[in-house]
């Protein structure tokens, strides 16, 4: 093909499919230009998510008669005029691409009428072409309504999810977006169902509640902080350090309103929770930053969910410090380290940091010792203690490939008296005495990871059960939440979990899986959700269901135990192929061989 300017039209729909990826995006971009007219009530309707239809109506300051062609005209922005205005700009928006994009891959009516006109104008456009143009006489402010987006990019329409899945999107941005402007009245309908609606109070928490619960925001920590020397202004949120999620999904970060991505935020954020925070989990934060436009440079992405701070070093140092303050002030965090007594434990040299360091990456399928290789590693030290073994009753057939067998012992090397247990500490640990050593035992973590294994070995084999609740839970969930819970009920019933819709914003339990009888089971459906959310297909989407299941219905630390709890945890402990890492990361077992002991008794 010889070389030729595209058409206009052509281009237009490239760069709209740049903008437009998805009807989540659309809404973005409409929900913005709202709050740059200065809105104080948005509401957002949708249906079939938002490819059948999306109506924004806000009272902002509408679009001038005059004008309202060229609202649509790409390029053409009422927001920006010279380079030099990018540095201070302070709206959400200023490229002028959005409606252009949005009216050319789709048709929209356009009612508006701006502050101080007697008149409004009511537009048609199909595919980027005013069609129609009357006078409209409503009150102040603007309706946009889409329908059928993306109709004439067959191709993009190819990658969309269901409905149920876009519509989730969507109901999270709105979620965003009224976390990120409080004092907005926000209005989320799905598909005639309301779905969120925010008081427009101008307090986080009000907008807060009706995203995450009332239990999670009136559990909130408030933060608040000037940093004179950044001209920084940070505010919001935070989670107490024993309500997280699975997921990294409830950390949002606005600067000057506008919601971003920064994960260098979430590590300061979350390192300011050490050690309170739980491995594998996360925090749910709100986190506001106000600084000098001139700080923040938003146009270095082209949906401007990333911006670039000046002084990010200090903020982020900022940010930190404010929020380990703000949490030491309701409850303070456990101290670090060790916390043995070097006057009554005296220890010359370096057994318990050995013991307790994190063991190296699992390399066996096995917890327990390997064969024996290198006498040196504490795990393949061989065992010292025969006769445990050889009162070992035979009642667990080796696995293949585990290395439960050994090379000069064709016998399980292990069996279920293996690990013969001392007793429980804290309430949270089991001491064991085993082959070769003392093994101190998570019971939570434990427990967890033999869960894990056998509900998915359950799983593939299609045995699923569900214990009947004697009254059904009823679990408030958040809009991106529920629509997963419903775009994934299958998965989630194939689980055990038995589950009906219940009113705009809740689920109604009426069974679970049995294991998590005793377990928080509202808890656990929102981590479920939460698990799922995304790439609920993906065998990693489903790998963080079990996990999310077996974690909630493990023995948790605390939890005291009898001896026959105990002995049974080991002997499952022993018959399951269990890494020496739970689902979440953490370890399993520490082991402290007999030869360290030797050593460090000065026995050898
Ligand atoms: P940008 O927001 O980058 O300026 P858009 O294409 O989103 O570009 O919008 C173009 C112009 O149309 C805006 O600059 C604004 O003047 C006007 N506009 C769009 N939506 C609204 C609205 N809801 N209320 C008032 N004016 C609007
Ligand atoms: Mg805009």
Same mark, same amino acid.
Request: net charge negative.
């Given at each position: ?22 009807? *989540? ?25 938002? %490819? ?10 509408? #679009? &001038? ?7 649509? *005209? ?98 999270? @941005? ?39 619960? &009332? ?7 408030? !933060? ?13 949120? !935070? ?35 050490? &050690? *309170? ?44 410090? *404010?929020?380990?303050?703000?949490? !030491? ?49 504490? @795990? ?41 247990? #001392? ?7 089991? #001491? ?18 033999? @869960? ?17 609740? !004697?009254? &059904? ?95 049974? @945890? %080991? ?25 360290? %002991? ?7």
């Amino acid at each position: 093909m010889p070389i030729r300017k595209l058409d206009l039209d052509v281009v237009q729909k490239i760069a709209a499919g740049e903008i437009v990826e998805r009807p *989540a995006s659309a809404v973005k971009e409409l929900i913005e230009n709202s709050l740059d007219a200065g809105a104080t009530q948005v509401q957002i309707e949708v249906r079939t998510g938002g %490819l059948g239809l999306i109506r924004i109506v806000d009272d902002g300051r509408g #679009i &001038p008669a005059s004008e309202a062609e060229l609202a649509f *005209a790409p390029h053409a922005t009422s927001k920006l005029r010279h380079v030099d205005d990018l540095a201070e700009i302070q709206t959400l928006g200023f490229r002028g691409e959005a409606l252009a994009s949005i009216a050319a891959v789709s048709h929209v009516v356009c009612h508006t009428r701006a502050e101080g006109e007697e008149m409004g104008v009511v537009l048609t456009l199909e595919e980027g072409n005013v069609v129609d143009r009357k006078p409209w006489a409503g009150p102040v402010g603007t309706s946009i309504v889409v329908r059928n987006l993306l109709f004439n990019v067959p191709a993009r329409l190819k990658f969309l999810r269901s409905s149920a899945s876009e519509a989730g999107h969507i109901g999270h @941005l709105v979620e965003q977006f009224a976390m990120g402007h409080p004092e907005v009245r926000f209005r989320f309908v799905n598909d005639s169902r309301r779905v969120i609606e925010t008081p427009g109070s101008g307090n986080i928490r009000d907008a807060v509640r009706q995203v995450y619960g &009332p239990e999670i925001a009136d559990a909130m920590v408030a !933060l608040e902080d000037v940093v004179d020397s950044l001209q920084l202004r940070v505010f919001g949120l !935070l989670s107490p350090p024993d309500q997280t999620r699975a997921t990294r999904s409830g950390l949002s970060f606005f600067v000057n309103g506008r919601r971003i991505n920064h994960l260098a935020l979430g590590y300061a954020i979350e390192e300011a929770y050490q &050690p *309170a925070l739980p491995a594998g989990r996360h925090p749910i934060v709100v986190l506001h930053l106000a600084l000098p436009p001139s700080s923040v440079d938003c146009n270095v992405h082209p949906t401007k969910v990333e911006v670039r701070l000046a002084s990010e070093r200090a903020i982020l140092g900022a940010v930190h410090k *404010a929020v380990r303050q703000a949490l !030491l002030e309701v409850a303070p965090l456990p101290e670090v380290g060790v916390s043995l007594e070097p006057a009554v434990w005296p220890v010359p040299s370096d057994w318990f940091e050995a013991a307790l360091a994190p063991p190296p990456p699992p390399v066996a399928p096995s917890v327990f010792p390997s064969p024996p290789t290198s006498s040196a590693s504490p @795990l393949a030290t061989p065992p010292r203690t025969p006769d445990v073994l050889s009162q070992a009753p035979s009642t667990v057939p080796p696995r293949e490939g585990s290395a439960m067998t050994s090379e000069t012992d064709p016998q399980p090397a292990f069996r279920s008296t293996a690990l013969r247990a #001392i007793g429980q500490i804290q309430n949270t640990y089991i #001491i064991a005495e085993g082959p070769g050593g003392v093994y101190f035992v998570d019971q939570h973590t434990a427990h967890e990871r033999i @869960l894990y294994e056998e509900i998915f070995t359950r799983r593939t084999s299609g045995h699923f059960s569900s214990q009947a609740l !004697l009254t &059904p839970v009823v679990v408030q969930l958040s809009a991106r939440q529920w629509s997963v819970v419903t775009e994934q009920s299958d998965a989630l019933r194939g689980l055990g979990f038995d589950i009906e819709e219940f009113g705009p914003d809740s689920f109604a339990v009426r069974g679970v899986p049995p294991t998590l009888i005793k377990g928080d089971i509202a808890r656990a459906l929102r981590d479920a959700a939460d698990a799922l959310t995304g790439d609920a297909e993906t065998p990693e989407g489903s790998d963080r269901l079990v996990a999310t299941l077996a974690c909630h219905s493990a023995v948790r630390a605390g939890d005291p135990l009898t001896p026959e709890e105990i002995n049974r @945890l %080991l002997v499952r402990l022993e018959t399951t192929d269990v890494s020496r890492y739970c689902p979440h990361g953490r370890p399993v077992v520490i082991h402290l061989s007999t030869a360290q %002991l030797e050593r460090d008794f000065h026995r050898r």
